[in-house]
């Protein structure tokens, strides 16, 4: 219980209006229905500060207010609200590889960037890998959509791989297999990397096994 609750509202009436009968009646019939209706309330008037105890449809407005990229009533409440408490630095920082890494944390995206002259790529051109494939639908074209979205105008896409581990155990032959494979998709039609087909490649492991 807070202070408004147990406060007599009437008690800071100046002396020479106590006196009143009917505004002092008129004073209580308005402090029953404030604090009946209003006080408990009063704390998610602060939007801002109070985020975690906000509605849904509340988060909504406020993300269309501050027109947050990629932003989807369908979010988790936990996006939601990272996305909002980031939108004003995000949109600042917009155009930079910090700005897009923050956004892919924010929904939750496990996605690494390196720029060309990280791995000797084509002059600003980047790539993105993961080893975490969402199972969001559409995961990959929201992913490419929002990059697009961040990304400064003269880095262009060039691979995005997808790198995956499949483990093979043949007992009877007495060792052990792990193929790691990795997948590159398209990166966009506005270079001249044209490749549908990806990179394969996989890393094996052989142990003897001593009966």
Do not use: C
Not at 26 to 43: A, G, L, N, R
Not at 79 to 103: N, R
Not at 168 to 187: D, M, P, Q
């Amino acid at each position: 219980m807070n202070k408004l609750e147990r406060a007599s509202y009437t008690a800071i009436f100046p002396e020479n209006l106590k006196k009143y009968k009917n505004l002092t009646a008129f004073s209580k019939s308005i402090e029953k229905i404030f604090k009946t209706y209003i006080v408990d309330k009063i704390e998610t008037l602060a939007l801002f500060y109070n985020l975690e105890v906000q509605e849904d449809n509340v988060l909504d407005e406020i993300a269309w207010f501050f027109n947050i990229d990629k932003y989807r009533v369908d979010l988790d409440r936990e996006i939601k609200i990272k996305l909002i408490k980031s939108a004003y630095w995000v949109h600042s920082k917009k155009g930079t590889k910090t700005a897009v890494i923050s956004q892919l944390k924010n929904l939750n995206y496990e996605i690494k960037i390196e720029e060309w002259f990280e791995y000797g790529g084509r002059p600003f051109t980047f790539r993105l890998t993961t080893v975490n494939e969402s199972k969001e639908k559409d995961w990959l074209k929201n992913v490419l959509s929002l990059i697009e979205e961040y990304k400064n105008v003269r880095s262009i896409l060039e691979a995005f791989y997808l790198l995956k581990e499949k483990k093979y155990e043949y007992h009877v032959l007495g060792y052990k297999e792990v193929f790691i494979s990795r997948k590159r998709v398209n990166a966009g039609e506005d270079i001249d990397v044209k490749k549908n087909l990806f990179l394969g490649a996989y890393k094996q492991i052989r142990k003897e096994i001593v009966k």
